[in-house]
């Protein structure tokens, strides 16, 4: 680029983030639900009544939007519309907009981590953990019916594992979060158990809430250390699953160890992963990447490093050095493949 391009690609960049914030705003405030709903045009006026909110931060929204070429507005009517063809586009991808909330909450936290006689790093368990859990919560919400069925499934399905796991069988989701995962797959297949395992006592409060709402009888939440699973579950699991975690982890190779340890000498374990690449240069000029980097700075790098061996691999570990990780452990890998959520993601199949 040279140093025009460059000037306005820079500044493009702190556009594109205030948008974010006023999209994570619109989430939160329901003000994006309103808007989808609505049939016909609509003013500012009963957007605001609508909300019970005051009209005239309702119409700074409205109009950042329109700015930002997700709403529209006519000139002479002064109605707002969202293009038919945008709402599910939004509704699915917005819940990832407010970790910008998350994250600034933690940024002083984070600083210190930076200096070297500073803190190591920030786990999922302090007062941050919780802010964290509420929008992860709410963006795994809206997108993970669609991943499951429409991405995750259909690739379980090549390895034959649907209908091991519609006849029955006994599941472990590993770093199990605010239980959005393991709940859709208890719903989808009644005759197999899961246990849905994490270190947060937040999240499992949540996965417990979410087991109630969905009148759940085929799973349980447990709270316990990826890296150290009860030794009287050895072998007893057919199928593990584990989703955006191992990076998170201060020793992924130790829980590695674990899952091939839980694992049955027939069962199987598929890994989600972000998916870039593991040498950062071949991740250049990839924004996709920075947004990943960015997030396990403030999130998945700082959980990583807070315990020892602080591996500190980092959200974009990379897919060929995970591939080796688990090649290292002793699993085969039968398949991988890429999910394309909010950029790309490496689908591991292990057997034993
Ligand atoms: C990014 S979240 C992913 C949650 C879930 N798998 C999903 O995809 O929705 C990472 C999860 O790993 C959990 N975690 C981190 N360190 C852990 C540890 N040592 N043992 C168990 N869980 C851990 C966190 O509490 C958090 O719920």
Same mark, same amino acid.
């Given at each position: 680029?040279?140093?025009?391009?460059?000037?306005?690609?820079?500044?493009?960049?702190?556009?594109?983030?205030?948008?974010?914030?006023?999209?994570?705003? *619109?989430?939160?405030?329901?003000?994006?639900?309103?808007?989808?709903? /609505?049939?016909?045009?609509?003013?500012?006026?009963?957007? /605001?009544?609508?909300?019970?909110?005051?009209?005239?931060?309702?119409?700074?929204?409205?109009?950042?939007?329109?700015? /930002?070429?997700?709403?529209?507005?006519?000139?002479?009517?002064? &109605?707002?519309?969202?293009?038919?063809?945008?709402?599910?586009?939004?509704?699915?991808?917005?819940?990832? /907009?407010?970790?910008?909330?998350?994250?600034?909450?933690?940024?002083?936290?984070?600083?210190?981590?930076?200096?070297?006689?500073?803190?190591?790093?920030?786990?999922?368990?302090?007062?941050?953990?919780?802010?964290?859990?509420?929008?992860?919560?709410?963006?795994?919400?809206?997108?993970c019916?669609?991943?499951?069925?429409?991405?995750?499934?259909?690739?379980?399905?090549?390895?034959?594992?649907?209908?091991?796991?519609?006849?029955?069988?006994?599941v472990l989701d590993l770093g199990c979060g605010t239980g959005n995962y393991v709940t859709a797959f208890a719903q989808?297949?009644?005759?197999?158990?899961f246990i849905g395992l994490d270190?947060?006592?937040?999240? &499992?409060?949540?996965c417990?809430?979410s087991k109630?709402?969905?009148?759940l009888?085929n799973v349980t939440f447990?709270?316990?250390?990826?890296?150290?699973?009860?030794?009287?579950?050895?072998?007893?699991?057919?199928?593990?699953f584990?989703y955006?975690?191992?990076?998170?982890?201060?020793?992924?190779?130790?829980?590695?160890?674990?899952?091939?340890?839980?694992?049955?000498?027939?069962?199987?374990?598929?890994?989600?992963?972000?998916?870039?690449?593991?040498?950062?240069?071949?991740?250049?000029?990839?924004? *996709?990447?920075? &947004?990943?980097?960015?997030?396990?700075?403030?999130?998945?790098?700082?959980?990583?490093?807070?315990?020892?061996?602080?591996?500190?691999?980092?959200?974009?570990? *990379?897919?060929?050095?995970?591939?080796?990780?688990?090649?290292?452990?002793?699993?085969?890998?039968?398949?991988?493949?890429?999910?394309?959520?909010?950029?790309?993601?490496?689908?591991?199949?292990?057997?034993?």
């Amino acid at each position: 680029m040279d140093k025009a391009e460059f000037g306005k690609y820079f500044t493009n960049i702190f556009q594109d983030g205030f948008i974010m914030l006023s999209i994570g705003l *619109g989430h939160d405030l329901g003000l994006f639900k309103v808007m989808c709903e /609505a049939k016909e045009p609509i003013s500012s006026k009963e957007v /605001a009544k609508k909300l019970d909110f005051k009209e005239r931060y309702t119409r700074e929204w409205l109009s950042t939007m329109v700015a /930002a070429s997700i709403i529209k507005q006519d000139r002479d009517s002064n &109605l707002y519309k969202v293009p038919e063809q945008y709402k599910e586009i939004i509704m699915t991808n917005m819940g990832f /907009a407010p970790a910008l909330f998350s994250v600034g909450m933690r940024a002083k936290a984070v600083k210190e981590t930076f200096k070297k006689d500073g803190p190591y790093g920030i786990n999922f368990n302090g007062e941050e953990g919780a802010d964290f859990f509420q929008w992860f919560d709410g963006y795994r919400t809206l997108i993970c019916d669609e991943t499951v069925d429409k991405k995750i499934l259909p690739l379980l399905d090549q390895q034959g594992a649907v209908s091991k796991l519609k006849s029955g069988i006994k599941v472990l989701d590993l770093g199990c979060g605010t239980g959005n995962y393991v709940t859709a797959f208890a719903q989808r297949f009644p005759k197999s158990t899961f246990i849905g395992l994490d270190y947060s006592e937040v999240s &499992l409060k949540r996965c417990n809430e979410s087991k109630q709402e969905k009148a759940l009888t085929n799973v349980t939440f447990t709270k316990c250390d990826a890296h150290n699973l009860p030794d009287e579950w050895a072998e007893s699991f057919d199928y593990v699953f584990v989703y955006d975690v191992l990076h998170d982890l201060p020793n992924p190779h130790k829980a590695l160890g674990q899952i091939y340890k839980v694992l049955k000498k027939d069962g199987f374990f598929s890994l989600i992963e972000i998916g870039f690449h593991s040498n950062p240069v071949d991740n250049a000029d990839d924004k *996709g990447a920075a &947004l990943y980097y960015g997030v396990s700075t403030f999130i998945c790098l700082q959980s990583s490093m807070s315990e020892e061996p602080h591996i500190g691999y980092g959200a974009c570990w *990379g897919k060929e050095n995970i591939e080796k990780a688990l090649l290292d452990a002793n699993f085969k890998i039968n398949a991988k493949s890429s999910l394309i959520d909010i950029d790309k993601e490496a689908f591991f199949f292990c057997t034993k």
